[in-house]
């Protein structure tokens, strides 16, 4: 890998980040995945804005920040201003992925090997996904492969260079 930008990011993914905007928003979050054009993947992300209220004068009065929670977003690159690490990766979640319910799971499909009787071919797959194809499945029909047949002749009067007919 090169020593570019993309490999010192690459080293802060799932990092909890601070992200300053060009509109002086500052949004912490997450640090899923990023682009070329710096273009930012953050979960659990929350929005931080500076408001103040002004006086007399352009005085500023009162200042303060307000918070919002935004979830999973994407930041476009042309936005970014400054990037920060705001602390290590969050320990490990178990509690993320919801678990089983009751019976039991069994995976299938392709080159998954089945126990079952009627339809398995000499693989051992289903029928229709074994390595031989199967007559009748899928592709064009064989009127369509044959060369010269299935195109048909054009209607009568509707010929190349021939005028459209009139419209009433």
Do not use: C, W
């Not at 060009?22 to 992300?45: M, P, W, Y």
């Not at 002004?54 to 476009?76: C, F, N, P």
């Not at 592709?139 to 054009?154: E, L, N």
Request: cysteine-free.
């Amino acid at each position: 890998m090169s020593s570019g930008k993309g490999s010192k990011l690459l080293r802060y993914v799932e990092h909890r980040i601070r992200v300053t905007l060009q509109d002086s928003r500052i949004v912490v979050g997450t640090f899923l995945a990023f682009d070329k054009h710096l273009n930012l993947v953050l979960s659990e992300t929350e929005e931080f804005r500076t408001i103040r209220s002004k006086g007399d004068r352009s005085t500023v009065v009162e200042e303060r920040q307000e918070k919002r929670s935004l979830g999973l977003i994407i930041l476009r690159g042309e936005n970014v201003v400054s990037i920060a690490v705001e602390g290590p990766p969050p320990p490990e979640k178990r509690g993320k992925i919801t678990p089983g319910g009751p019976g039991m799971s069994r995976g299938a499909g392709r080159g998954m090997v089945t126990n079952h009787a009627g339809g398995a071919g000499a693989t051992g797959a289903p029928m229709g996904l074994g390595g031989a194809p199967v007559h009748g499945l899928g592709g064009p029909g064989p009127q369509v492969m044959q060369p010269g047949m299935g195109r048909g002749m054009p209607n009568a009067g509707m010929g190349r260079g021939m005028p459209p007919p009139p419209r009433y």
